[in-house]
Nanobody, 123 residues
């Protein structure tokens, strides 16, 4: 099993930045990709960003491209999501997910997920 623990989110004003982290533990040797998804109130969970376990490959949703940066600290088995120029529409619960297959943009590619952390962006 793999355990994923996200950092606390928070309330931030539009235009500001916030960084989320996700620490992976357990059978991390089985992980080949990590991702961030988010789910707004009454909405489906949507893809945000993904990164290979090596950290060399990344991919973003169009809605966050140029504003969010996903990165990984291999020594700490921790993935980060740096969120810049935040908008009210970024308000959602953010979930860290891990895949045994590799980086991906669909939920079905992921095997493990954290409990999520709430990010609220005020206008």
């Amino acid at each position: 099993q793999v355990q994923l623990v996200e950092s606390r989110g928070g309330l931030v004003q539009a235009g500001r930045s916030l960084r989320l982290s996700c620490a992976a533990s357990g059978r991390t040797f089985s992980i080949y990709g990590m991702g961030w998804f988010r789910q707004g109130s009454g909405e489906e969970r949507e893809f945000v960003a993904t990164i290979s376990w090596s950290g060399r490959s990344t991919y973003y949703a169009d809605s966050v491209k140029g504003r969010f940066i996903i990165s990984k600290d291999n020594a700490k088995n921790t993935v980060y999501l740096q969120m810049n120029s935040l908008k009210p529409e970024d308000t959602a619960r953010y979930y860290c997910e891990a895949s045994r297959k590799g980086p991906g943009s669909t939920l079905r590619e992921y095997d493990y997920w954290g409990q999520g952390t709430q990010v609220t962006v005020s206008s």
